[in-house]
């Protein structure tokens, strides 16, 4: 795996043992997976970001993209009101 693979699988890994320490056992988690070419997270069955058509904000100040872990969560939350709004319908 390379270390960038690494650093996904380990945020991944945090966000599963937070949720875990959160929630307990629950039926859905985080997951992380890889092509080789393209990489992907999610959680359940959706996909939240992959290296290929991220949403990730460009941060001018630090040269970088916004920090993956917070984005992460913030996609899941607008996928929430998504679906909070389709059930209100």
């Not at 959680?43 to 992959?50: E, K, V």
């Amino acid at each position: 795996m390379s270390e960038s693979e690494n650093k996904l699988f380990d945020i991944v890994r945090e966000l599963n043992s937070e949720m875990y320490d959160a929630h307990g056992d629950v039926t859905e988690q985080w997951f992380y997976t890889s092509s080789g070419f393209v990489d992907v997270i999610g959680f359940g069955d959706i996909m939240l970001w992959n290296s290929e058509d991220g949403d990730r904000k460009w941060v001018e100040s630090k040269n970088d993209f916004e920090p993956m872990k917070p984005f992460l969560i913030k996609q899941l939350k607008e996928y929430g009101k998504l679906l909070i709004k389709l059930a209100k319908k």
